[in-house]
């Protein structure tokens, strides 16, 4: 964020480097139920950044310290694979992905039904393959796809996208330049039936006037993200209903 660059990131017809607009979201591929041996899984991709998201549980509680005996933990581990990045990253667990883990689980705990599992964890794993800025919103649009395809009760999927800031305009959806050289991002997931956000993070400076208007913009996004989540789900029950009816020809 807010290093210099010669790059036009926005051209005078409103053109960002992809060939999108301000309010343009970059394409998203959505498919759930890709792992066999996961109870529930999802792949994602948002332009470049590709991710896969694995669900165990509910299970036993490990370390048995943390369970609650009034409802089920959602534990979560954000992982950058060394390749998804230009530079190869360094292996494992740092400052960033536990952050990641930590804010996914507490936006996953908002929908999920934690109260039927009493003592249970609900383990999400997400993977990133490929990354190009927007990573931490593919990862959670993936892990509620793939909550929702292990079957756990859930009152509602969350989608997630951000907003940002780049060349002193709110842009959606920043991709890898835009959210070096750009002012300000802001990831947010929501919960669509009624709207409450469950994820707001904020890197850089906005306007007050600015930042109302990302929030709007990932707001309206967020609900094309949820139909793309819905139908996934809805292409993935409809395989499995075929595969039930050839096995019992
Ligand atoms: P997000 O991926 O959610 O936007 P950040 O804003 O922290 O999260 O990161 C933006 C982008 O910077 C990532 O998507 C990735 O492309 C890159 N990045 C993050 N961490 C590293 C790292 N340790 N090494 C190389 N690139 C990284």
């Known amino acids: 964020m807010s290093g210099h660059t010669d790059m036009v990131l926005v051209d005078e017809n409103g053109m960002r480097i992809d060939g999108r607009t301000a309010t343009e979201h970059r394409p998203i591929k959505i498919e759930a139920g890709v792992l066999k041996n996961a109870d529930g899984s999802a792949y994602v991709e948002i332009g470049k950044n590709k991710v896969l998201a694995a669900v165990y549980g509910p299970r036993e509680c490990h370390p048995r ?68 800025a927007g990573t931490r919103c593919a990862g959670l649009t993936a892990a509620s796809v793939a909550l929702a395809d292990a079957g756990i009760p859930m009152r509602d999927i969350v989608p997630a996208i951000a907003a940002g800031k780049a060349v002193g305009q709110v842009l959606l959806d920043l991709n890898k330049e835009e959210d070096n050289y750009g002012q300000a991002d802001v990831p947010i997931a929501i919960v669509p039936s009624t709207d409450e956000i469950v994820l707001l993070q904020m890197d850089g400076n906005m306007t007050r006037e600015e930042f109302d208007r990302a929030i709007g913009m990932a707001m309206n996004a967020c609900h094309e993200v949820y139909d793309l989540q819905k139908d996934a789900l809805k292409r993935r029950y409809s395989a499995n209903k075929t595969e039930e009816a050839e096995a019992d020809e």
Request: charged residues 25%.
């Open 65 to 132: 310290h943390l369970q609650d005996p009034t409802k089920a933990i959602v534990q979560c581990k954000y992982n950058m694979q060394a390749f998804s990045v230009s530079d190869r990253k360094r292996p494992g667990t740092d400052r960033r992905s536990i952050e990641i883990s930590k804010i996914t689980a507490e936006a996953l705990e908002n929908v999920v039904l934690t109260e039927l599992y009493p003592r249970a964890s609900i383990d999400v794993y997400i993977e990133i393959l490929q990354a190009n």
